[in-house]
C-alpha cells in the first residue's frame, strides 16, 4: 500500500529535549516536505527537499532541522523544542513536483 | 494581508444543496492552485487541481480560477453529509513555495 507514514503520532516532551520526529514513504517519490498545522493559521511549510541531500527552508524553519540521507526518509529535528512549536506536524511527499501531495497521518506533538 | 485566504465558516448547506468554497491569493505570480479535503483528525487530501482560467469539473466537484481576480472557488453539487470537512485551498507560488490558507470548515445537514 503506497504510504507516508510519521513516528510518532503523539509526542509530549519538556522544553530543551531534542527529539526527531520520523517520516518515510514508500512511493519512491522525489520531493518531500514538513508542514505545521495551527488553528486559524492554516498548514505552514517547514522545509522542503527535492531529492537526497538537497533541502531547503520553507515558510517557517526557524527552530528546525532536516536532513535528507536516503530517498524514502526525512526526519524533522528539533534540537531544543519550545512551547511555540506545540503543533500538528504533517510530512508530505510527491512526485513531478508539488503537484499531488500525499500527506501523511500526523504528529502530534506538545512541548510543555 | 494572508498570502491565501479562506472565509474560515462554519459553512452549512442542506443536504442536496450546492456547497461554494472561496479562496483569494495575494501572489499574483502564483502558477497553479489545490483544494485539499481534511477530514477531522485526518491528514489533507487532494480533491482538485486547476492551473489555467476557468472551469475544471471532476465529478460533483468543480474548481473555477480567475487569475486577473486573484480568486479561487470549490462548487460541491448534490452536497452530501459524508462531505463535511474542512477545505483547504492552496497556491504554489512558484520555486517550490506553498502555501495554503486556513481553511473552510463545511457542515452538510441531512
Known amino acids: 500500500e503506497a504510504q507516508v507514514t510519521q513516528n510518532p503520532r503523539y509526542l509530549i516532551t519538556v522544553t530543551g529535549k531534542k527529539l526527531t520526529v520520523t517520516c518515510s514513504q514508500n512511493?519512491?517519490?522525489?520531493?518531500m516536505s514538513w508542514y505545521r498545522q495551527d488553528p486559524g493559521l492554516g498548514l505552514r511549510q517547514i522545509y522542503y527537499s527535492m531529492n537526497v541531500e538537497v533541502t531547503d527552508k520553507g515558510d517557517v524553519p526557524e527552530g528546525y532541522k532536516v536532513s535528507r540521507k536516503e530517498k524514502r526518509n526525512f526526519p524533522l529535528i528539533l534540537e531544543s523544542p519550545s512551547p511555540n512549536q506545540t503543533s500538528l506536524y504533517f510530512c508530505?511527499?510527491?512526485?513531478?513536483?508539488?503537484?499531488?501531495?500525499?500527506f501523511g497521518p500526523g504528529t502530534r506533538l506538545l512541548v510543555l | 494581508q494572508k498570502e491565501v485566504e479562506q472565509n474560515s465558516g462554519p459553512l452549512s448547506v442542506p443536504e442536496g444543496a450546492i456547497a461554494s468554497l472561496n479562496c483569494t491569493y495575494s501572489?499574483?505570480?502564483?502558477?497553479?492552485f489545490f483544494w485539499y479535503r481534511q477530514y477531522s483528525g485526518k491528514s489533507p487530501e487532494l480533491i482538485m487541481s486547476i492551473y489555467s482560467n476557468g472551469d475544471k469539473e471532476d465529478g460533483r466537484f468543480t474548481a473555477q480560477l480567475n487569475k486577473a481576480s486573484q480568486y479561487v472557488s470549490l462548487l460541491i453539487r448534490d452536497s452530501q453529509p459524508s462531505d463535511s470537512a474542512t477545505y483547504l485551498c492552496?497556491?504554489?507560488?512558484?520555486?517550490?513555495?506553498?502555501?495554503f490558507g486556513a481553511g473552510t470548515r463545511l457542515t452538510v445537514k441531512p
Open positions: 492552496a497556491v504554489n507560488r512558484g520555486n517550490n513555495d506553498m502555501r
Open positions: 512511493m519512491n517519490h522525489e520531493y
Open positions: 501572489d499574483r505570480v502564483s502558477q497553479s
Open positions: 508530505a511527499s510527491s512526485s513531478l513536483g508539488w503537484e499531488t501531495q500525499y
